[in-house]
């Protein structure tokens, strides 16, 4: 079974500056999806970036970038340019794959973002 | 309406009552999901329907009731819950199949808080 790992239970950050989060998994896998979500107070997560397994450039989006290294089993999430709004809890997520059981995700402990004004 | 709506967003009940927690997408998925997040745990996945049909159920004790009466709605029926059955309970959909440029990734509601007194 698959396993996310999330080692930094608690984040922090000055504004403007940037921070990176850690994600480790395990897999047998060789291809898959890695995903980070983030959950605001409001309690909504929402997607914020996605990496593909077989792709080997780093997937970016604006402000957010990630650091995937396979071999390693590593999939690090770097925010640059922080802002208040960041301040979340965000979560790792490897999503599997099978013909009868589907599409699903297996989720991280989460690391609790604060940003400092 | 778009995305993934939740209602109640917030549920006290006693451990005797009979409630009900509704989840709804309009996002034309075809597959839907209910975890549960507690504190300091990472997300459970509770039970996967795909086209109204359960796909999985993640060893959840019967006081929990799953339906889903179309691939639109869900519903997750409670009764003579436990205190340690406290949580916020996520509903999600997703394209079940990842075909076509699909990532599988999920969408989630903002959840429903549950306190058992």
């Known amino acids: 079974a698959q396993t996310v790992t999330q080692s930094q239970p608690e984040m922090s950050v000055q504004e403007a500056e940037t921070v990176t989060l850690s994600c480790t998994y395990d897999t047998s896998e060789s291809d898959y999806y890695l995903f980070w979500y983030k959950q605001p107070p409001s309690r909504q997560m929402i997607l914020v970036i996605r990496q593909e397994a077989y792709k080997q450039q780093n997937a970016t989006e604006n402000r957010f970038s990630v650091n995937f290294q396979k071999a390693a089993k590593s999939f690090s999430l770097k925010i640059s340019d922080s802002q208040l709004g960041d301040a979340a809890m965000y979560f790792c997520?490897?999503?599997?794959?099978?013909?009868?059981?589907?599409?699903?995700?297996?989720f991280g402990e989460g690391t609790q973002l604060t940003v400092n004004p | 309406e778009t995305g993934v709506t939740q209602t109640p967003r917030h549920l006290v009940m006693g451990m005797t009552n009979k409630k009900s927690l509704k989840c709804e997408q309009h996002l034309g998925h075809n597959a839907m999901y209910w975890y549960k997040q507690s504190a300091k745990k990472p997300l459970e996945l509770m039970f996967v329907?795909?086209?109204?049909?359960?796909?999985e159920n993640n060893s959840v004790p019967s006081r929990f009731s799953p339906e889903c009466p179309n691939s639109s709605h869900l519903f997750l029926h409670l009764h003579t819950l436990q205190p340690e059955d406290s949580a916020l309970y996520l509903c999600?959909?997703?394209?079940?199949?990842?075909?076509?440029?699909?990532?599988?990734?999920?969408?989630f509601g903002e959840g429903s808080r549950l306190t058992v007194l």
């Open positions: 997520a490897y999503r599997t794959w099978g013909e009868t059981s589907g599409s699903r995700l297996t």
């Open positions: 329907y795909s086209l109204e049909e359960r796909v």
């Open positions: 999600a959909s997703s394209q079940f199949w990842t075909s076509g440029g699909n990532t599988g990734e999920l969408f």
